[in-house]
């Protein structure tokens, strides 16, 4: 049986708060998502703490985010990159039960594409720049991804396919 906190991780843009938002209704507990706690906690939003901090001062910021999940009876969106840092995917796998949402390459592109601004690590990126990014951050990070407790394909992410992929019953709608 999988346990609390569940922890959604993957690519920016992969679907991990909107899906996060639903599972979360459908089992009654609560939704974290770990950007809008650092951003609540600091005062400003992600883009500004890029600015001031750089992403070494980010994640440490988010390392700390993250630690306050413990013992949540909660869902819980992961930053993309939050299980590549630190001892954070150890911490994930030691406290709650992980699922990777896997988004195709083309599908996360234009996601990003549309929402560029409100992404500090893309924002000035060309178009051809950003498919570059998502390459290699992808080659960079699916190694983390895949340490997942469990992985779920484009096809799979629904409310239902979660339940069922973590032996929670299956509820009659997503």
């Known amino acids: 049986m999988s346990k609390f906190p569940l922890y959604l991780i993957g690519f920016m843009a992969s679907g991990k708060s909107k899906l996060g938002k639903k599972l979360a209704k459908k089992l009654a507990v ?4 770990l950007d809008q706690i650092i951003e609540e906690e600091e005062g ?8 001031e901090k750089g992403e070494e001062g980010f994640r ?3 390392k700390l985010a993250l630690h306050t999940t413990k013992d949540k009876k909660a869902v819980v969106a992961l930053g993309g990159g939050t299980v590549c840092y ?4 150890k911490f994930v796998k030691e406290n709650g039960t992980s699922i990777y949402l896997n988004v195709s390459k083309e599908k996360l592109y234009g996601r990003l594409r549309r929402n560029k601004n409100s992404r500090p690590l893309v924002r000035d990126l060309s178009d051809e720049k950003l498919k570059q990014f998502i390459d290699y951050k992808l080659k960079e990070r699916e190694k983390f991804y895949l340490k997942a407790d469990f992985y779920l394909s484009e096809e799979q992410q ?5 339940l069922k992929l973590i032996d929670w019953g299956s509820p009659t709608s997503t």
Request: proline fraction near 4%; charged fraction near 15%.
């Open 86 to 89: 630190f001892d954070n995917m």
């Open 60 to 62: 440490l910021i988010e």
């Open 44 to 51: 400003v939003p992600i883009n500004a703490i890029f600015n």
């Open 158 to 162: 629904s409310v239902n396919s979660i």
């Open 30 to 33: 609560d939704f974290i998502d």
